[in-house]
């Protein structure tokens, strides 16, 4: 049977937002990413006497504001169960204003003007999360009522933090809205227990065979475990920096002084690198 969808993403469907990904035992630095969204409605078998699955204008129109509301913004998981978040009254010049303070698990304290914070409710500042946060928003606006009159019965939220690394979110569409549904909640979509950290860059990126002993780090299982996470990346550290040793102390003994740019050459001089640095 056939099936009309349509898709919708513009460079101006964009917000320029800081975050940072906190769990336990684990905090990324404060950083920012140029974030893309763009929305996909499926699901019409026909499409309306207007020749429309839905009119891409009220799409277009929804996006816009929907990343207006976020764009330079600070983007703050509201329901984090690793950050403390209170509201404090800075006072500059005689003028006191709100501000948002962020009391992380390792000590770190973030201080922002809460104008400056998109208060979210949210658990991770995640693409996976966002793009939950952003399909309700969405649908809200555009009224599950009128897509569904339309024949619309899905919603597939995307969003991209950069190239190659988006998350999407897909979900039926409601007969009616109800603001205590728990398809709504955020903690529906996010599983219960611990998951195990990932782990290090030399478990994550292949080893070389005869380096696989001497870079081998192991993760302990459980999340909350730091000082499992801190001696594998102090063995990586250790492991690189006794290799840097080895090409450093060649370099300076002239072992590639007499190299020239030749292809030949610059093969042979990487095959005496290999050697140097395993």
């Not at 909640?185 to 080893?207: K, N, R, W």
Request: negative net charge; charged residues 30%.
């Amino acid at each position: 049977r056939c099936q009309f969808e349509i898709s919708v993403a513009k460079e101006s469907f964009k917000f320029n937002a800081a975050h940072f990904v906190a769990f336990k035992g684990y905090r990324e630095r404060l950083h920012g990413h140029n974030y893309l969204v763009s929305i996909r409605l499926i699901g019409s078998r026909k499409i309306g006497r207007d020749g429309y699955v839905l009119d891409y204008g009220c799409v277009k129109k929804v996006a816009k504001n929907v990343c207006k509301e976020l764009n330079e913004h600070f983007i703050c998981p509201m329901l984090s169960d690793v950050i403390k978040i209170e509201t404090v009254v800075e006072g500059i010049n005689g003028k006191a204003k709100d501000h948002l303070k962020l009391t992380c698990e390792d000590g770190t304290i973030f201080v922002f003007p809460r104008d400056d914070c998109a208060m979210l409710p949210i658990v991770h500042a995640t693409t996976e999360e966002l793009a939950i946060y952003l399909w309700r928003k969405i649908i809200v606006d555009l009224d599950c009522v009128l897509l569904k009159s339309r024949g619309i019965n899905t919603m597939e939220i995307t969003v991209a933090e950069a190239p190659g690394q988006e998350a999407t979110f897909r979900l039926e569409i409601p007969e009616i809205m109800k603001e205590d549904d728990p398809m709504f909640d955020i903690m529906t979509y996010i599983t219960a227990g611990d998951i195990p950290v990932e782990g290090c860059a030399s478990q994550l990126l292949p080893p070389d065979e005869s380096a696989t002993n001497s870079l081998k780090c192991q993760i302990d299982s459980q999340a909350t475990n730091n000082s499992s996470s801190k001696k594998c990346c102090e063995d990586c550290v250790n492991s690189l920096s006794k290799k840097l040793e080895k090409l450093a102390l060649a370099i300076d003994d002239g072992k590639f002084a007499d190299k020239t740019d030749s292809k030949k050459d610059l093969s042979s001089t990487l095959d005496e690198l290999k050697a140097i640095m395993n």
